[in-house]
């Protein structure tokens, strides 16, 4: 789907899809606890579906009930089974420690660029403490084996293998400990796993560097929880509001461990140094926003992780803003923008939702028109995003 956005003002109040890093979260502690689990979730997207995919094939029951999802009987383990990851490298990485920890096999597989994507120092450390698992990309055939001991990974690769770790290790029958040897970017995306972990009875022990992770603990279901609003998809329209839209964002948590909520921070430092270390997801709002804001110039540092995403999102947003006439120029770990009118033109969406919604924001102060390729990406963390956008007055045809 290709979709072309005339220049235009966004007005009116929005609210925020549900987190998916919280409801990744919160679907895997529900699948892994007995009893019943209601989580309050209003809405969907293809990363979460493979997620419920995913569990529903290891043997939880999960139905979508009036704005939840309801979660009972837990997961089984695999019987030779394909868990379809999607595009998800969350799902992937997530379960991936979970299936090695569970008696049972499976096969993991998953779409777009997610094969391509590396886990290497997961893989090392699942493999090192007995893990039987079979290919470094996918697809992967799991058959358990995962051992309780000291865990050690870089802090500078994924957060995603330490949640998943973080996940696994309190079911295994020893105790564990998991450190990072290097600083930990993306520590928020911990902390959320972390909270889920004690929202569902599991008891983990921070240490300087790491955790210490008792075994044979059980997931004990809360009851009801509640999704939070995601402020990653918030930060596209605040990002708006900074070249001049007036978007109101409800549902969001200004306590929430999420990351991400540092957005209203990191937009009043375009003009200056922006790292985004541990807000990655935020680097292609921030840097869209800043090449539309004439004689400013941005640098955004501690990006290179995202080269590895659903795109390379450096080489990906260079690229926009120079299409839209921007003026940017690519470092190894982030941009150097240099702020100015933006006439508009034709950008290509790389099949990766934040790079088509940095599009769209950035459109609204273009000159001209801007038609945005592959526009349906944002169906992967934000299926009504075009809705929302038509809702606020943007101006689109598609």
Not at 303 to 327: P, V
Request: proline share 6%; aromatic share 4%; charged share 15%.
């Amino acid at each position: 789907m290709n979709v072309t956005i005339h220049p235009k003002a966004l007005h009116g109040a929005v609210t925020a899809p549900p987190s998916k890093s919280h409801v990744h979260r919160l679907l895997i502690a529900a699948a892994l606890s007995s009893g019943k689990t209601a989580i309050h979730c209003p809405g969907e997207n293809a990363d979460i579906d493979a997620t419920v995919r995913c569990l529903r094939t290891l043997g939880a029951e999960i139905q979508a009930e009036n704005d939840c999802w309801i979660v009972s009987s837990p997961v089984k383990g695999g019987a030779g089974d394909a868990l379809d990851c999607g595009e998800s490298g969350s799902t992937l990485r997530f379960l991936l420690p979970l299936c090695a920890a569970l008696n049972g096999s499976c096969t993991l597989t998953g779409s777009g660029r997610l094969p391509s994507r590396p886990n290497g120092p997961l893989l090392d450390a699942l493999r090192g403490h007995g893990a039987n698992i079979q290919g470094d990309f996918l697809p992967m055939a799991v058959n358990g084996g995962l051992q309780a001991g000291a865990y050690a990974l870089p802090g500078n690769v994924s957060s995603q293998y330490f949640t998943g770790l973080l996940i696994a290790l309190p079911l295994l029958s020893g105790d564990s400990t998991l450190v990072y040897t290097s600083p930990l970017e993306s520590m928020p995306y911990v902390d959320v796993t972390l909270s889920v972990l004690k929202q569902f009875g599991i008891q983990i022990e921070t240490l300087d560097n790491g955790w210490r992770i008792p075994g044979n603990q059980a997931y004990v279901s809360p009851g009801t929880v509640n999704a939070e609003g995601d402020w990653s998809a918030a930060a596209f329209w605040l990002g708006a509001n900074a070249l001049g839209s007036a978007v109101t964002v409800n549902g969001l948590n200004p306590a929430s461990c999420q990351g991400d909520k540092a957005i209203t921070k990191l937009l009043a430092q375009i003009g200056g140094e922006i790292d985004v270390t541990d807000t990655p997801d935020l680097m292609p709002i921030l840097s869209a926003v800043a090449a539309a804001i004439s004689d400013k110039t941005t640098r955004i540092i501690g990006a290179a992780r995202l080269r590895l995403k659903e795109s390379d999102r450096l080489s990906a947003m260079a690229e926009t803003i120079r299409a839209l006439g921007g003026k940017v120029e690519e470092l190894p770990d982030g941009l150097i923008i240099h702020g100015t009118r933006l006439r508009g033109g034709t950008v290509d969406g790389h099949n990766d939702h934040r790079v088509v919604m940095s599009a769209a924001i950035a459109a609204t102060v273009c000159e001209g028109p801007v038609t945005i390729l592959g526009a349906e990406a944002v169906n992967k963390s934000y299926p009504d995003f075009w809705k929302d956008f038509e809702a606020l007055g943007g101006c689109s045809d598609g």
